[in-house]
């Protein structure tokens, strides 16, 4: 399969397991470890927490955290010896492309609203806001496939 048809389908995958019901971080982290090869039911449970705004806290976007977990499959280090640039390089280059996609980092200034709230959860529901949400998914999934491959293909 070529990078680019690979990327793609990671994107592909993150997209529809969206739909399917699973939240935004859980999509990403598994469709770029599928992408990998890794098959596990801890993938999606490790990211939950992150789905939301890092649980409804307002913080970083959940698919862009599920992209960071699915780049440090690919390029983090398994022990202390280990080095981390590759990781860190990656996730700095992912994060900056994001905001630079959609705008912001952060779930509430994303979405507009505080998921924290019932109140943000109900504009959450009115305003379709779920379909923002899928497409922050798709690209961060995709971003985060072309960084793996870019960084995973250069001469170390």
């Avoid at 389908?9 to 739909?19: H, L």
């Avoid at 699973?22 to 992408?35: D, G, M, N, T």
């Avoid at 994060?95 to 507009?112: P, V």
């Avoid at 019932?118 to 379909?131: D, H, N, V």
């Amino acid at each position: 399969m070529t990078s680019s048809v690979q990327v793609a389908a990671t994107r592909r995958y993150a997209e529809e397991s969206f739909a399917s019901g699973l939240f935004c971080a859980e999509s990403v982290v598994l469709a770029l470890a599928k992408a990998q090869g890794i098959d596990s039911e801890l993938v999606p449970k490790i990211a939950t927490a992150f789905c939301s705004g890092m649980g409804r806290s307002g913080g970083a976007c959940g698919a862009l955290t599920g992209a960071v977990m699915g780049v440090s499959l690919a390029l983090g280090r398994s022990d202390a010896g280990g080095d981390t640039q590759p990781s860190y390089a990656a996730a700095q280059r992912l994060t900056r492309e994001f905001e630079q996609a959609f705008g912001s980092c952060h779930c509430h200034l994303l979405l507009g609203c505080d998921l924290a709230t019932p109140e943000g959860q109900a504009m959450f529901r009115a305003k379709r806001l779920a379909r923002q949400c899928a497409r922050y998914t798709g690209g961060a999934a995709e971003m985060a496939a072309r960084i793996i491959e870019s960084t995973s293909s250069q001469p170390g």
